[in-house]
């Protein structure tokens, strides 16, 4: 799971509401804005708990076909594209570097030897990272953006923002740390719109991650549990006084591509350094001191390789059929392209295109349109489920999925999919 920016246009909705407020200073504003940002998150974190355990998104999933994977799939990488190369170029000393050595350095040089590929597949994206992250920070240490724009110095300087000295050494979170959360119904109402969105968004990754791992499609009572778990994520983002709710990482499922890695041990020794991240303020901030670009030319990377895994749901349907290609091409596109309006047209204080007299209501459809894979997720459902589905039905690459639908279709599935460390014999049948 990762931070969502499906989250921006109402947080900054929370924050502008109270922008006329008086407080005794700005710090005592923050925390209340704090305490109902984390009221909104914990309230309409219900839907995806009722969506998720009620099976109700299990079931609509049924209408997807392959021909409703490839766009949804595809924007779900390309969809992010703002955060790689308009990112990277933030700085092109340190991002262009650190692209083409990662491209060099993981495609190329592991085909010099076998041991080397082992080594270079697996590690060699770290291997580039503290490489270009050392150059980043031997060029800050002489001074080489001292008189520089600040946009480039918070771009590429190492720890620009002084975290690494500001940081605790030990902090523990726990709930409710900025005090008794605050309730508005305008503010639930708004969050709901982008706690909508996170459902669609995860669900295409969900489709990436099993593809890229060599697994079945995720079945519909998976992808039901896996929204609802989802749900109690966002209620734990709430209790503990997260700016923003989460959903689930395209960054970790290209890197599932990248590695190919797919196991879920590595996920959970993740979790543990997470855990130790979170409470040991010092190490974090280390990590945290990275310069953006270099992220973002891994994202290059990331990114693509997620948009691709999209294209390749493309061979279980017919792609010589027009109809499928107009589906497609429709799809694509708007999904792209709705979402970029948008976002253009949103300002920085999240205020979108749609202006009505119900703030909620402007939020909930500025952040729905500014979702690429919800877009897709919208128009290639409705477009492949009403133009003459039955007589395209094998066209449509039906057969191919409907197995995957049933919890036994698949011999595999409960391999795939059985929750770890005997959870499934502890839990009722409705949860998994």
């Known amino acids: 799971m990762g931070a969502s920016f499906a989250f921006f246009i109402p947080v900054m909705s929370i924050v502008n509401d109270f922008s006329d407020k008086t407080f005794t200073s700005e710090h005592a504003r923050f925390v209340y804005t704090m305490r109902a940002v984390q009221g909104s998150l914990m309230v309409s974190s219900v839907i995806n708990i009722f969506l998720g355990y009620s099976r109700v998104w299990g079931n609509l999933t049924r209408f997807f076909s392959p021909v409703v994977l490839v766009p949804v799939v595809c924007v779900v990488g390309l969809g992010l594209f703002m955060r790689g190369f308009p990112q990277l170029a933030n700085c092109v000393e340190i991002g262009l570097p650190m692209l083409i050595l990662l491209v060099i350095g993981q495609q190329y040089l592991k085909r010099i030897h076998p041991r080397a590929e082992l080594i270079l597949e697996r590690f060699g994206l770290l291997f580039c990272v503290a490489i270009i992250w050392a150059f980043a920070g031997i060029l800050t240490v002489a001074g080489a953006y001292k008189n520089a724009m600040e946009q480039t110095k918070r771009s590429c300087s190492v720890d620009h923002s002084y975290l690494i000295s500001s940081s605790p050494w030990i902090r523990i979170p726990y709930p409710f740390q900025w005090g008794p959360p605050v309730f508005r119904a305008s503010h639930v109402f708004g969050m709901m719109g982008a706690v909508l969105v996170t459902s669609a968004e995860s669900t295409g ?43 689930a990482s395209v960054e970790n499922v290209g890197l599932i591509g990248l590695t190919h890695i797919g196991s879920r041990r590595v996920v959970q020794i993740s979790t543990a350094f997470m855990f130790f991240f979170s409470i040991f303020g010092k190490f974090g901030a280390f990590f945290a001191s990275i310069p953006l670009p270099i992220f973002a030319a891994i994202y290059c990377v990331l990114f693509g390789i997620v948009a691709a ?30 979402s970029q309006y948008f976002v253009s047209h949103t300002t920085t204080d999240g205020h979108g295109p749609v202006k009505t007299d119900g703030g909620w209501f402007n939020d909930i459809l500025n952040t729905i349109f500014s979702s690429p894979p919800t877009v897709a997720i919208i128009v290639g459902t409705l477009l492949d489920n009403t133009l003459d589905a039955r007589r395209f039905h094998d066209d449509r690459g039906i057969q191919w ?32």
Not at 413 to 431: K, S, V
């Open 205 to 247: 990754t969900f489709f990436a991650a099993a593809r890229l791992a060599g697994a079945t499609p995720p079945p519909p009572h998976v992808l039901s549990r896996s929204i609802g778990l989802q749900g109690i994520s966002l209620l734990l983002d709430g209790l503990f006084g997260a700016a923003v709710g989460t959903t």
């Open 401 to 432: 999925l409907v197995p995957f639908h049933h919890r036994k279709g698949d011999t595999r599935n409960e391999e795939f999919y059985n929750l770890p460390l005997r959870i499934n014999e502890y839990m009722p049948t409705r949860y998994l």
């Open 309 to 338: 895994i999209g294209i390749s749901f493309l061979q279980f349907a017919n792609s010589n059929s027009m109809r499928n290609l107009y589906i497609l091409g429709v799809s694509l596109f708007l999904g792209v392209s709705i």
